[in-house]
């Protein structure tokens, strides 16, 4: 066996448990961050969905985020889109069920 291939066998297991720990740390953070904004998120969609002015879909879903985004940077939340479009959709989801 050859140096690097020694080398290599002894970084792997340390590797493999580093990206599980980032894993679960990266988790974690998204978890916190969809339950921090799932409040607002429903403030957002409730709003747009009281608004006569709004009747697209898409119309209301720019506004829902362009609200939900305020919100959150009011607070101090700190999110992506991606994560703030997933909030608003499990907030719209919601808000049908119990319509």
Known sequence: MGLI???KGWFSPLLA???????A?????VEET????????????MAV???PG?????SRRKEALRRLSALAEERGIQ??????????ELAVQYFKATK
């Open 5 to 7: 291939a020694t080398i």
């Open 17 to 23: 448990k580093f990206r599980a720990f980032l894993a």
């Open 25 to 29: 740390i990266f988790r974690g953070a």
């Open 34 to 45: 969809l339950a921090a904004l799932k409040d607002i998120a429903l403030q957002a969609v």
């Open 49 to 51: 969905a009281a608004d």
């Open 54 to 58: 709004l009747v697209t879909d898409d």
């Open 79 to 88: 999110a992506g889109d991606s994560l703030k479009n997933l909030a608003i």
